[in-house]
């Protein structure tokens, strides 16, 4: 949900504090001895003698060459930002199911893909990293990485993006940002489903581009939970029925926020609701299902509404708009 969209609290309000946490399992960090020059080595589904590994072939390299080390060493980076602790920063990379978090007292390589769960900012004005955001600018939060056209997209809220009378989209610019300033500069929305003309056929979804290339992964099928907990992998879908437990991760209230689908309220277009609270820039978080032991999940929808007094929070269903955009859910390898 964004400040720029003001609707009645107490009927329907364009999205989304706290709610139950989902039992992390596999998903935790195990913390691992240091080596090289890293302050912190921790791992998931891998072990520490793996671990440390990666963290000596880390010492003293440069950030431009981190993530030639990570790729020789069998992982792949997820990416990187600076924390502001002693001049260090956090370091996250996949192999396979696996994942590592290293803290490094150096400067922060320019590492950075897309994954679900992250801070997205939208702007009229073309945006900068580094930069302020413009005025104007809407908050968010990613969802899903699919396969559109032989390319990556990911999803968010269309209402992120907005619509004009034109229907054209009115904050076509977007970034994974950083905050205080943008960080990775995504590009401009590729696909809004929102600016159908026919009132049955539209959907609150839109599609970002993900960039490649050095220093940019292509995107990972992941929920990401940062240092709260390792990545969880989505391994495809599932169907909104009632009583479903589900859980979603947004930029304001945070990483697996959970509850039960209850129902779908007057008022709502038929969009599933659920027993689980958000608030503003929780719009375009992925909703899904309850983690695996085996730190696995898979998509149920994209949180874009919350309804009445308890705020309960809506979404639009995957299936549907992977339907509508002719479009694949990108999925983790078999564990």
């Keep these: 949900m964004h400040r720029a969209i003001r609707t009645n609290l107490l009927a329907i309000t364009v999205l989304l504090v706290t709610a139950a946490t989902a039992n992390a399992k596999t998903g ?19 072990t520490c003698d793996q671990a440390r590994a990666v963290a000596t072939a880390l010492a003293g390299v440069a950030p431009g060459d981190v993530e030639t080390v990570l ?3 069998g992982w792949t980076p997820l990416r990187a930002a600076a924390n502001g602790f002693e001049a260090s920063y956090e370091l996250f990379a996949l192999r396979d199911r696996a994942a590592l978090w290293i803290r490094r007292r150096a400067e922060s390589p320019d590492l950075d893909g897309w994954q679900a769960g992250r801070e997205l900012l939208f702007g009229r004005a073309a945006l900068v990293g580094g930069a302020p955001p413009p005025p104007g600018a809407a908050l968010c939060t990613s969802a899903f990485l699919i ?22 989209t009115l904050r076509r610019n977007a ?3 950083r905050p205080p300033q943008p960080g990775l500069v995504v590009g401009g929305v590729r696909r809004n489903l929102l600016r159908s003309r026919t009132r049955a056929k539209r959907i609150d979804a839109l599609v970002l581009p993900v ?20 990545p969880w992998f989505v391994i495809g879908t599932a169907k909104p029925r009632i009583g479903r437990e589900v859980c979603f991760t947004g930029r304001t209230s945070g990483t697996d926020r959970c509850g039960k689908i209850v129902r779908s309220f007057p008022g709502t277009g038929g969009l599933p609701c659920t027993a689980i609270m958000a608030d503003i820039g929780d719009s375009g978080a992925p909703v899904y299902t309850a983690p695996s032991a085996d730190g696995s999940v898979r998509a149920v929808g994209i949180a874009v509404l919350v309804f009445g007094f308890l705020r309960s929070m809506c979404f639009e269903p995957i299936e549907p708009v992977l339907d509508a955009l002719d479009a694949t859910l990108v999925t983790a390898p078999p564990s």
Excluded at 38 to 43: K, S, Y
Excluded at 153 to 161: E, I, K, R, V, Y
Excluded at 211 to 226: C, H, K, Q, T, W
């Design 28 to 46: 935790d960090w195990t913390p691992c001895e240091k080596a090289g020059d890293a302050v912190i080595v921790e791992v998931s589904v891998a």
């Design 71 to 73: 790729r020789a060493q």
């Design 147 to 168: 396969r559109l056209g032989g390319r990556l997209g990911g999803l968010s809220a269309g209402h992120c993006g907005g619509v004009t009378k034109q229907r054209t």
């Design 175 to 177: 970034a994974l940002r």
């Design 211 to 230: 960039p490649s290339g050095p220093g940019r992964p292509s995107g990972a099928p992941v929920v990401d939970r940062g240092i709260l907990g390792a």
